[in-house]
């Protein structure tokens, strides 16, 4: 087995402001997308027009951080056009890498801008040596995103199996579910998280207060929670929702809890089992957030290669609902 | 318009409010104004994000002190004056929370969706409207509060500082309380 390598700090921004954040913060690389349907956070208001992106690319490479262009959702069929588009786009300005889910658009990638690396999204959900190996095969991977689903030692074991860089998520959103395949928001509010990327669209939510303080969640027209006045909150999406279901008495959490995965414990296990990048989760989030999180990566990742005791810096104030877990990093049963 | 309900997390009104300004509305107005218009001019690129919302009127209730704020982030007809609490104007979305959180959102130390998660930030209304908002604020190259700041002088930028230390202070006992 190969000495570990110093993982790249992967970091989100969903604004040109985020993305200065980040760089001045010490992202190695920072992962953003368009304001279309090519970006599974297609949410209003946040994004990067091209000449947006342009200037950004040109501040991050000035600053020595790489640029990777999420284009991670997956065409209707017969309607690929603006993902080939966005992918020229990208080459155009000089994106480091395009971050992909779909198979057409990895192999448009390949066949007209074979010198762009091609990352393969979470939303690919692609976690067996033999799903990697397509990819890589097939299309030229040269880097796997895993899904959330994974321990430390699957991990170790999948690194030393398969010929690509993999890059596991180390704090933010639990969303885990089957990622790419999750088809909650399109039953409620008719737009597709995979497609249009937009997961619980803020238009289709809404929040009412009761006299007593507390607080119902509503997506379309639906009352996804009701949080008590002295409860903490979480997104509005389906899979943290509260649901009468037979298997419990009153409202439960059916898919996920309101929680946010924080791996920060975890980085020197990371690190040993071989993992090439750390991804930071959030471009919904505001520069706040990017900096504070960015900034305390940074020191930990630092510390650890240096050999010395990590500074983890407390940031369950950042987390959703006030929660924090090392998920199925740390064991299948993280609930 | 949105309904009006009561915070009780976010209760406790004006009094003991330490910066509760004394001003009439007559003379704070024209402040404020001036505070949009150059916000405004320094970012012209921000109102790109609201999309259709940059017509809308925004409600923003410091839940601590005696009067709210009333914006219509419109650059083609700006609008930014402080409203009576008894009187509130229609608006399409209301974002409320204790002055010093609102502030230090606007100062970008604080992440709104973690003072939402703790129930310190209260949309009501339309949330995409807020969103975009959000986006918009978060988006300027200067933070809006120090831009505040500047434009009154050695005056304004103690003023911010005083204020950044009352927000950390707070922030810490909260974190203490915790």
């Not at chain 1, 999948?158 to 928001?185: D, Q, Y």
């Amino acid at each position: 087995m190969n000495a570990p390598v110093k993982p790249e700090l992967i970091c989100p921004a969903g604004t040109p402001a985020a993305l200065r954040s980040a760089v001045d913060a010490g992202a190695d690389a920072v992962y953003c997308g368009y304001q279309n349907a090519t970006n599974a956070r297609n949410f209003v208001g946040l994004n990067f027009t091209p000449e947006e992106m342009e200037k950004s690319i040109r501040y991050a490479h000035d600053g020595g951080t790489k640029v990777l262009i999420t284009l991670n959702t997956f065409p209707p069929s017969g309607n690929v056009q603006l993902w080939k588009d966005m992918v020229d786009l990208s080459a155009r300005l000089g994106a480091d890498a395009c971050i992909v889910a779909d198979i057409a658009v990895a192999a448009y990638i390949q066949k007209h801008h074979p010198d762009m690396r091609i990352h393969l999204s979470v939303q690919a959900a692609a976690s067996s040596p033999e799903a990697i190996e397509y990819y890589v095969r097939e299309f030229g991977v040269k880097r796997v995103v895993l899904p959330r689903i994974m321990t430390v030692s699957e991990i170790r074991g999948l690194v030393e199996e398969i010929p690509c860089e993999v890059e596991t998520f180390i704090f933010g959103n639990h969303g885990l579910m089957v990622e790419g395949r999750c088809s909650l928001t399109n039953y409620v509010t008719g737009q597709s998280t995979n497609m249009d990327g937009a997961c619980s669209p803020a238009a289709c939510v809404k929040y009412e207060r009761a006299e007593d303080g507390s607080m119902s969640t509503i997506l379309g027209d639906y009352m996804i929670d009701r949080f008590g006045p002295e409860e903490t909150a979480g997104y509005p999406t389906i899979c943290k929702g509260r649901y009468k279901c037979d298997a419990r008495d009153g409202g439960y959490y059916a898919f996920e809890e309101p929680i946010s995965l924080n791996a920060s414990t975890m980085l020197p296990e990371l690190i040993n089992a071989g993992v090439h990048a750390f991804k930071i989760e959030g471009r919904q989030r505001s520069r706040a957030y990017v900096k504070k999180v960015v900034a305390a990566f940074r020191e930990a990742v630092d510390s650890i290669m240096a050999g010395e005791e990590p500074k983890l810096a407390d940031l369950v104030a950042l987390t959703e609902g006030q929660k924090q877990t090392e998920g199925a990093l740390k064991t299948k049963k993280w609930r | 318009m949105t309904s009006e309900p009561k915070s009780s997390r976010l209760s406790g009104g004006p009094v003991g409010f330490p910066f509760a300004p004394p001003l009439p509305l007559f003379l704070l107005n024209p402040i404020l104004k001036r505070i949009v218009h150059r916000i405004a001019a320094q970012n012209p690129d921000m109102f790109d994000r609201l999309g259709p919302h940059r017509h809308a009127y925004f409600l923003i209730d410091p839940v601590d002190m005696p009067l709210m704020l009333y914006l219509r982030p419109d650059p083609e007809a700006l609008d930014f004056r402080a409203v009576n609490r008894r009187a509130l104007p229609p608006h399409v979305a209301r974002i409320s929370g204790k002055f010093l959180d609102l502030l230090t959102l606007m100062d970008t130390e604080q992440d709104g969706d973690a003072l939402f998660f703790s129930r310190d930030l209260i949309v009501t209304g339309d949330t995409e409207a807020v969103v975009c908002l959000r986006n918009a604020l978060d988006d300027v190259d200067e933070p809006i509060a120090e831009s505040v700041a500047d434009m009154f002088g050695a005056p304004g930028r103690g003023a911010l500082n005083f204020l950044r230390r009352a927000a950390e202070n707070a922030q810490k006992r909260k974190g203490a309380s915790t």
